[in-house]
């Protein structure tokens, strides 16, 4: 594949720099972040929830892990569960199957994001594929994540 239109759209309406970076194929955040030499810490990792209110999508870093826990007191959300996978492909319908980006704005899905990733300079993301990386500065990732609302949301 390459760039998710949904992707190429967001980095076009939002006029924000950015580069591809290529990569073996890999079927995980961790495995991307390892065989893209980059930091799995400024890789965002999109983690997709559900529960009776609709779909969210949380963002955090490929390093840690989502606190389910925390995150449902947070949003006063107690029954968010993570999404079964056959009803990924009706929100993400132009990503390969796991490789979802985090731009949930663009998805047209609410979207939280872990503070960690708003203190990294560079952010790394998944472009809706196993083979390519989004690259963008913090400016640009914030603007990406519009309408997005930054909590601790991973497990310490």
């Known amino acids: 594949m390459s760039?998710?239109?949904t992707v190429n759209y967001a980095l076009a309406l939002t006029r924000v720099d950015f580069q591809i970076l290529r990569h073996h194929h890999s079927d995980t955040a961790l495995a991307a972040a390892r065989t893209a030499h980059v930091d799995p810490s400024t890789l965002a990792k999109?983690?997709?929830l559900k529960d009776g209110i609709g779909p969210l999508?949380?963002?955090v870093p490929a390093s840690e892990r989502l606190d389910l826990e925390r995150l449902r007191a947070a949003l006063r959300r107690p029954g968010l569960d993570?999404?079964?996978e056959e009803q990924l492909d009706q929100l993400?319908?132009?990503c390969d199957k796991g490789a979802i980006p985090p731009l949930g704005?663009?998805?047209r899905v609410p979207t939280v994001v872990d503070l960690r990733l708003r203190d990294s300079d560079q952010v790394y993301f998944e472009a809706g594929d196993h083979e390519d990386l989004v690259h963008v500065d913090q400016t640009s990732f914030r603007t990406l994540m519009r309408g997005a609302?930054?909590?601790d949301i991973v497990v310490h």
């Open 3 to 5: 760039l998710a239109k």
């Open 57 to 59: 999508l949380a963002v």
């Open 82 to 84: 993570f999404i079964p």
């Open 105 to 107: 704005p663009d998805y």
């Open 46 to 48: 999109a983690v997709v």
């Open 149 to 151: 609302e930054y909590l």
């Open 92 to 94: 993400f319908y132009d």
